[in-house]
C-alpha cells in the first residue's frame, strides 16, 4: 500500500545539478538506505520526497497516490532531522503532541498516541522534561517519537544517529531495528555510514552524484558491486584496484596481462565479455583475499609500508613496484614486516573486473555467496507482500 | 622528608600563585572598560545622587538640603507632572508601534530574497544618521507650507495641517519622526528571525502544523528573549526623547511636546538648577528601572532562554 515508486526525479539549486534523473521503487514495508559520501545528493533527496523541496522535474508515488504536488502535511510522511529539530521552548510531551493537536485531533487519542509512542521509546518519565534536559539520545528517541505518533505510512531519517557517540550509535541503530519490525512501516534512512547502511537495511540505494549508483540487498552491494564506484565505497579496508589490460579473450572469459600484472591472469566470465582485445580494464579486489605468497606464484611485488596488527588479523599497506597501492588482510600473527619486499598472488575466482568505462563485467560467483544472496533477497519484513511484488 | 615537605610548600604557593594570576587576568582584559565604566557611568551617577540632595547653583553656595528637591518636585511643581504625562503618553504609543512594526519589516526582510542586502540598509540607514540631520529632514518633511508631507496630501486633495504648530498633532510628528530610527530595533529582530533553525518549520509543516501557528508558537517563543530585550531598550530610548522634542518643536507648541527629559535639561542649563535636575534625572532612572523589572518579570513566565536549564542540567548529572 505505501509502497514509493520515484520516476526520473531532478533537482538543481541555481545553476548546480544536485539529482539527476532519479527513479526508485520501494516496496511496502521496506528498510531502505540512502548511502553516499557527503554532498552526494542524499538529503535532498529525502527532502524531495517529504515535499520540502520543489522539484525541477520527475514523479513521487507513494502508494496509490501521486504525491508529487501534495503538500508535505498531506503527504502522510513523518520525518525525523540530522539535528532532531526539537521544539526548544516547549517540554516532551509538547513536542509530540504539538502537530496533532493543531490538527484537530481529540484530546484522548492525542494522549494514546503519546503515550504509546513514549512507552515504545522509553521516555515516558521525560515527558515533562525540555529538550535541553535531555542527552543525546533521549533527544533522538524523542525526535522518533514524534515520527510515530503521526503513524505515517512512510518514515523519513536523515543521518538520525551521526550526531550519537560510538557506543550509543550501535545501541540506536538496534532499536531502530527492532521499531521497524515492530512498526512494519517503510522507512527510509540516509546516511554515509556503510555500516549502517548494511546493518539496518532491506535494501541499499547507493548514491554518486546524484544519481543511483546501485540499488540492491547489501550482500548483492558487496559481492556483485555494478561499477567501481560501488566497488570502492562498500566494504572496509576498501577493495584494491589494479589496471591490466585484456591479451586474449574467448567464449567463456578473457586472460589479462600487462598494466600492473607481472604474470598473466585468467579470469572467467559469466557471458562473453564485450570487450575487445587490448582493452584497458580494472581488477577489484577484497584486501582479505590478496595472499601473500612466493615470487613465481605472484601476480604482483611491492614493498610494505605499514602493518597494523589489529589482532585477529593484520592489515598490510603495500606500495606496488608498478605505482600504485594495495592493502592486504592477512592473520593477525603472518611475520610480515615493514619495508619488506613482498610478493601477492591474484585467486582469480575472487576478482571483480570492470570495463573502461567503470561497469562491472559480471563474473561467477561461488554456490555458497550465490545462495546467501538469493536468501537475503527473498527475506525482509514483509516477506510475503515483496514475493507477491516480484510475482 | 623534609625536602619533599618543602617541595609541595612551594609546589602549593605556586599552583597558588597560578591561579590568583589565571583569576585576575580576565579582569585586567577587561580593565580598560571597567575603568571607563568607573569614571564615566557609575561616578557621575553617584555624584548626580549627591548633588539631588543639595541647592546647587552653576554658580554660587551650595547647601545641603536633603529631600527638599524631591518634595518639592512632586508637590510643588505642576510641570513635573505635565511632562511626566506628556513623556508617557509617547511612550505608550512609540514603544509598541516600534516594535510591532519592527518586527514586520523584519519578517518582510528575513523571508525576502531579492536585494535583501539593499533593503536591509536601506531600513537601517536612518538609524546611523545624526539627530541633528534628522530633525533637519523631518523639518522640512513637516513644514506647513513647503513641506514633503503637506505636498503629497495635497496631491490626494487634501489640505494638510501645520503639523507642528498644533498642539495635538506635535507630538504625533514627533512619534513618527522616533519612528524612522526602528532599523536598529528592526535589525536585532532579524538577526533573531534567522537563528532560529529552518529545521523546526520543516518539521512543523510535515506535520501539518499552520503558518499563522508556526508563527504563534514557534517564531514567537523563540524570539522571545529578543522581543524582551528590544522592549526594554524602547521604553528606556522614549524616557530619554530629548533631541527630537528639543530641535523641531522647542517644546511646544503651548507646552505639548515639553518631554521629561527636555524639563530636566532646562532645568539644569536654562535655570542653573543643579541640584533640581539631578533630582529630576533620579526620578526617571527609577521610573525606567521599575518598568524594566516589571517586563522581565512578567516576561520570565513565558519567554525561553536558551541557557535557562543549566542548574537542572547539572543536577540530572549529578
Ligand atoms: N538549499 C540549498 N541551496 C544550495 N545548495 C544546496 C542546498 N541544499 C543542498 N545543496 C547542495 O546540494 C548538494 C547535495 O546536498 P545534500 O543533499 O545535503 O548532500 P548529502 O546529504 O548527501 O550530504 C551539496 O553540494 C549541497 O551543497
Ligand atoms: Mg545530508
Known amino acids: 500500500m505505501a509502497a514509493i515508486r520515484i520516476e526520473n526525479l531532478c533537482k538543481g539549486f541555481g545553476s548546480l545539478e544536485v539529482l539527476k534523473g532519479i527513479d526508485l521503487d520501494i516496496a511496502d514495508g521496506e528498510f531502505v538506505c540512502f548511502l553516499g559520501p557527503s554532498g552526494c545528493g542524499k538529503s535532498t533527496l529525502l527532502r524531495s520526497i517529504a515535499g520540502l523541496e520543489n522539484l525541477d522535474g520527475g514523479s513521487i508515488r507513494l502508494g496509490e497516490r501521486d504525491i508529487t504536488d501534495l503538500p508535505s502535511a498531506k503527504r502522510d510522511i513523518a520525518m525525523v532531522f540530522q539535528n532532531y529539530a526539537l521544539y526548544p521552548h516547549m517540554n516532551v510531551r509538547k513536542n509530540l503532541s504539538f502537530g496533532l493537536a493543531l490538527n484537530g485531533m481529540k484530546r484522548d487519542e492525542i494522549d494514546r498516541r503519546v503515550t504509546n509512542a513514549a512507552e515504545v521509546l522509553r521516555i515516558t518519565e521525560l515527558l515533562n522534561r525540555k529538550p535541553r534536559q535531555l542527552s543525546g539520545g533521549q533527544r533522538q528517541r524523542v525526535a522518533i517519537g514524534r515520527a510515530i505518533v503521526r503513524e505515517p505510512k512512510l518514515f523519513l531519517l536523515d543521518e538520525p544517529l551521526s550526531n550519537l557517540d560510538a557506543g550509543l550509535r550501535v545501541t540506536m541503530r538496534v532499536e531502530l531495528a527492532a521499531l521497524h519490525e515492530r512498526l512494519a512501516v517503510t522507512m527510509i534512512y540516509v546516511t554515509h555510514d556503510q555500516v549502517e547502511a548494511m546493518t539496518l537495511s532491506d535494501r541499499v540505494v547507493v548514491l554518486d552524484k546524484g544519481k543511483v549508483s546501485q540499488f540492491g540487498t547489501p550482500l548483492e552491494l558487496f559481492y556483485r558491486p555494478a561499477n567501481l564506484f560501488v566497488a570502492g565505497f562498500i566494504g572496509s579496508p576498501r577493495m584494491n584496484f589494479v589496471n591490466a589490460n585484456v591479451a586474449d579473450e574467448c567464449e567463456t572469459g578473457l586472460r589479462l596481462a600487462g598494466g600492473g600484472l607481472a604474470r598473466e591472469l585468467s579470469l572467467d566470465t559469466l557471458s562473453p565479455a564485450p570487450i575487445g582485445r587490448d582493452c584497458p580494464v580494472t581488477l577489484g579486489i577484497r584486501p582479505n583475499k590478496l595472499e601473500l605468497t612466493s615470487p613465481d606464484e605472484a601476480h604482483l611485488a611491492g614493498n610494505v609500508r605499514l602493518v597494523e596488527r589489529l589482532g585477529t588479523e593484520s592489515h598490510v599497506h603495500i606500495s606496488l613496484e608498478g605505482g600504485g597501492d594495495l592493502t592486504a588482510v592477512v592473520r593477525g600473527t603472518h611475520p610480515v614486516s615493514t619495508r619488506e619486499r613482498v610478493h601477492i598472488r591474484i585467486p582469480s575466482e575472487h576478482c571483480h573486473l570492470f570495463d573502461a568505462d567503470g561497469k562491472a563485467i559480471e563474473r561467477p560467483l561461488d554456490a555458497e555467496t550465490r545462495a546467501l544472496i538469493n536468501q537475503e533477497e527473498g527475506r525482509g519484513p514483509r516477506g510475503p507482500v515483496l514475493e507477491e511484488r516480484h510475482a | ?318
Open chain 2, 1 to 318: 622528608m623534609d625536602m619533599a615537605y618543602a617541595g609541595t610548600q612551594t609546589g602549593a604557593a605556586r599552583r597558588k600563585r597560578a591561579s590568583v594570576r589565571r583569576h585576575i587576568a580576565p579582569y585586567l582584559f577587561i580593565s580598560p572598560w571597567i575603568l571607563g565604566f568607573l569614571f564615566f557611568t557609575l561616578g557621575p551617577l553617584l555624584f548626580s545622587l549627591t548633588m539631588s540632595f543639595f541647592d546647587w547653583p552653576v554658580v554660587g553656595e551650595r547647601t545641603f538640603v536633603g529631600l527638599d528637591n524631591y518634595r518639592s518636585m512632586f508637590t510643588e511643581d505642576p510641570q513635573f507632572w505635565e511632562s511626566l504625562w506628556i513623556t508617557v503618553k509617547f511612550a505608550a504609543i512609540y514603544v509598541p508601534f516600534n516594535i510591532v512594526m519592527s518586527f514586520f519589516l523584519a519578517l518582510m526582510l528575513h523571508h525576502v530574497t531579492f536585494a535583501s542586502g539593499f533593503f536591509r540598509t536601506a531600513f537601517y540607514l536612518p538609524s546611523v544618521i545624526s539627530g541633528v540631520a534628522l530633525v533637519t529632514i523631518w523639518s522640512w518633511i513637516y513644514s506647513r507650507e513647503y513641506g514633503l508631507l503637506n505636498f503629497m496630501l495635497s496631491l490626494v486633495g487634501i489640505d494638510g495641517p501645520n503639523w507642528l504648530g498644533d498642539p495635538n498633532l506635535a507630538i504625533v510628528a514627533i512619534i513618527i519622526a522616533s519612528l524612522w530610527g526602528l532599523g536598529g530595533t528592526m535589525l536585532i529582530l532579524l538577526t533573531g528571525l534567522k537563528a532560529i533553525p529552518k529545521e523546526l518549520y520543516e518539521a512543523a509543516t510535515i506535520s501539518g502544523v499552520p503558518g499563522w501557528a508556526q508563527m504563534l508558537f514557534i517564531t514567537l517563543p523563540m524570539l522571545g528573549p529578543m522581543l524582551i530585550f528590544t522592549f526594554i531598550t524602547s521604553i528606556i530610548s522614549a524616557f530619554q526623547q530629548l533631541t527630537i522634542a528639543l530641535l523641531l518643536t522647542k517644546g511646544g507648541p503651548l507646552g505639548s511636546t515639553y518631554f521629561f527629559a527636555m524639563y530636566v535639561y532646562d532645568n539644569a542649563f536654562k535655570y542653573f538648577d543643579m541640584g533640581y535636575a539631578a533630582a529630576g534625572s533620579w526620578v526617571m532612572f527609577v521610573i525606567v528601572l521599575a518598568l524594566s523589572l516589571v517586563v522581565m518579570r512578567w516576561s520570565a513566565a513565558w519567554v525561553y532562554y536558551e541557557g535557562e536549564i543549566r542548574q537542572a542540567d547539572g543536577e540530572r548529572n549529578a
